[in-house]
C-alpha cells in the first residue's frame, strides 16, 4: 500500500519520520503511536478522528460538504458521520470501539447515547428545524408556509435546543480545559453541571420528552 493510501495514525506506525524523507521501519515491523484526543463529547474528537483514521491528501478531504452551513456543534461529528458510517450508524461497534479503550459499561452507553443525539441533530438541521441550511435559506422560507400547529412545534424544539446548549455552557471550565479523558472525568463534569443549573426552574426542560399530538 502507496503512503498517500494510508491513514495518518498507519503512516506513523509504519514510517520513520524522523528521516528525510520519511523511511520505512524494518519490513514487518511497527513502532507503537500514543495519541492524546479530546473527550468524544467535545465536537472536535470527531475531526481528531478523522485525521487519524480517514486516508486523505488534504485537509479539505475531512471536511462536509456543507461545513460551512452546518451548525457549530456537529460539524466535525456530521464529517465523521459522512466518512466512517459503518462505525459511528452501528451500536455494537460502538460498544466494542469505545470498550477496547478501557472504558467502563456506563461511560460507553454514554457515549453512544451521545452519537445518537448527534445524528438526531443532524437530521433535525436537515428538516431545516435547526441551524441555518446555506445559502437557499430565506427562499425556502419564503416557498414554505407552516401551519400554526407546526410553528409551534419548531419553536418548542428550537428552544428545546437552547436550553440544551444553554445548560451544558454553563459548566464550569476545569483548570486543564474541557478534556474527559476517562469516564471518571466525565463524571465530574455531570456533577458540576448539576450545580451549574440547579438555581434555574425551567434548565432542565429540555430533558424532558415533547408531546406532539
Known amino acids: ?7 495518518f495514525l498507519n503512516w506513523l506506525r509504519m ?10 521501519y524494518k519490513q ?12 468524544v463529547f467535545a465536537d472536535e474528537f470527531f475531526h481528531q478522528y478523522n485525521v487519524l483514521h480517514i486516508a486523505h491528501r488534504k485537509p479539505e478531504d475531512l471536511y462536509h460538504p456543507d461545513h460551512d452551513s452546518l451548525p457549530a456543534p456537529i460539524k466535525c461529528f456530521a464529517a465523521a458521520w459522512l466518512l466512517s458510517p459503518d462505525l459511528w450508524n452501528d451500536c455494537e461497534r460502538l460498544k466494542e470501539y469505545f470498550s477496547l479503550h478501557g472504558n467502563k459499561d456506563e461511560y460507553v452507553m454514554n457515549v453512544v447515547q451521545h452519537v445518537h443525539s448527534r445524528i438526531d441533530f443532524i437530521h433535525l438541521w436537515q428538516r431545516r428545524v435547526v441551524g441555518a441550511i446555506g445559502q437557499y435559506q430565506q427562499e ?3 416557498l414554505t408556509q407552516l401551519s400554526p400547529e407546526q410553528q409551534r412545534i419548531v419553536a418548542m424544539t428550537r428552544q428545546a ?8 455552557e454553563d459548566v464550569p471550565e476545569r483548570q486543564q480545559g474541557h478534556l474527559l479523558d476517562s469516564d471518571t472525568s466525565d463524571e465530574i463534569v455531570e456533577e458540576h453541571a448539576e450545580q451549574g443549573t440547579r438555581n434555574s426552574p425551567s434548565a432542565q426542560d429540555w430533558k424532558k420528552f415533547i408531546l406532539i399530538n
Do not use: F
Open 28 to 39: 514487518g515491523t511497527t513502532t507503537l503511536v500514543g495519541t492524546k484526543m479530546q473527550s
Open 161 to 168: 435546543m437552547e436550553d440544551r446548549k444553554q445548560s451544558y
Open 15 to 24: 514510517y520513520d519520520g524522523n528521516k528525510t524523507p520519511a523511511k520505512l
Open 140 to 142: 425556502i422560507e419564503e
Open 1 to 7: 500500500m502507496t503512503q498517500e493510501h494510508l491513514s
